[in-house]
């Protein structure tokens, strides 16, 4: 009767360790998650680490994220060091803390994107092209872009405006009686661009309506707001 006890009594305590060490388990499940930070946060941190980087610009230095400029970022990540691609492009100053930069160049033909710092916002103005000339508005708000391709070896120029504000382009209406094309479709030579005022500027241009014979530059005003 004592042994039939003593081996009820065996198999009791061996239960109740049993229970004991799947609750400790349990336990030790629960709290390992907790040990540490999740892989994939951590692994989006140090992505956005990655992303981010600083450039500076007459003596200012601004953040430089993908978020914030995907055109510009995408193009320098094709290089094994984004970050020093990213100082040695070319950017030239508009307006403060606003710049027109070149990129993706091919026998002297870029990509150009206008970049507002300020706004972390930026706009493509034009592909595969040479930019000739830039001009901004006596209110300081608009800004006037000249482009160039070369069509079977004659120039053709696009006249783009850029409201700086809202970093978007404005259309071009004719403000006079005239025949000419509106010259933001690269469809003939354009030898200057001037603001008039605060609504209107001018353009000295060939004129494609004339005969072949005509060399005479021709001068349209444009309405740009």
Request: proline residues 6%; aromatic residues 10%; glycine residues 4%.
């Amino acid at each position: 009767m004592m042994k039939k006890n003593v081996w009820w009594i065996g198999l009791f305590l061996l239960l109740l360790v049993g229970c004991s060490s799947n609750a400790d388990a349990e336990d030790t499940l629960k709290i390992n998650p907790l040990e540490g930070d999740d892989p994939l946060l951590e692994e989006g941190r140090a992505e956005d680490n990655g992303n981010k980087m600083q450039l500076t610009l007459d003596g200012a230095s601004y953040p430089f994220t993908t978020k914030d400029y995907p055109i510009l970022s995408q193009y320098v990540h094709n290089f094994d060091q984004p970050e020093e691609q990213l100082r040695k492009l070319p950017f030239s100053k508009i307006k403060e803390n606003q710049y027109l930069v070149e990129f993706a160049c091919h026998e002297q033909r870029c990509s150009h994107l206008m970049v507002d710092f300020e706004q972390k916002h930026s706009f493509l103005m034009s592909d595969l092209s040479r930019m000739v000339s830039s001009q901004v508005s006596p209110d300081q708000q608009y800004v006037a872009f000249l482009f160039e391709r070369e069509y079977e070896e004659e120039a053709k120029h696009q006249l783009a405006v850029m409201n700086l504000d809202t970093l978007e382009p404005v259309p071009l209406e004719p403000g006079e009686n005239h025949l000419l094309p509106k010259p933001n479709q690269y469809q003939y030579a354009i030898h200057s661009v001037t603001f008039m005022d605060e609504e209107r500027l001018q353009i000295t241009s060939n004129d494609p309506v004339a005969g072949s014979d005509t060399k005479d530059p021709v001068r349209t005003q444009w309405i740009y707001k």
